[in-house]
């Protein structure tokens, strides 16, 4: 709500990438490390590296307010 135009724009494109990867069918808490390290790979191998690092920096940002809100028990 508080947040700028571009920031809304960047994250939801790291919403599409996470949803693209994981059929939109997946529930947070069912997402292992492993899956992670895969949409790592996936998501370096299809964009550039540092639009790469920031888009999961994003995404980690989607896990931790899910973790703060006690949808899933782990980060």
Do not use: Y
């Not at 494109?13 to 490390?33: S, V, Y």
């Amino acid at each position: 709500v508080d947040a700028k135009p571009s920031t809304i724009t960047n994250l939801k494109q790291a919403e599409r990438f996470l949803l693209e990867h994981f059929d939109g069918n997946r529930k947070m808490h069912d997402i292992t490390p492993g899956d992670v390290d895969d949409f790592r790979r996936a998501l370096f191998a299809k964009i550039g590296a540092n639009t790469a690092r920031r888009c999961l920096g994003r995404a980690k940002q989607f896990f931790r307010a899910a973790q703060r809100k006690r949808l899933i028990t782990e980060n």
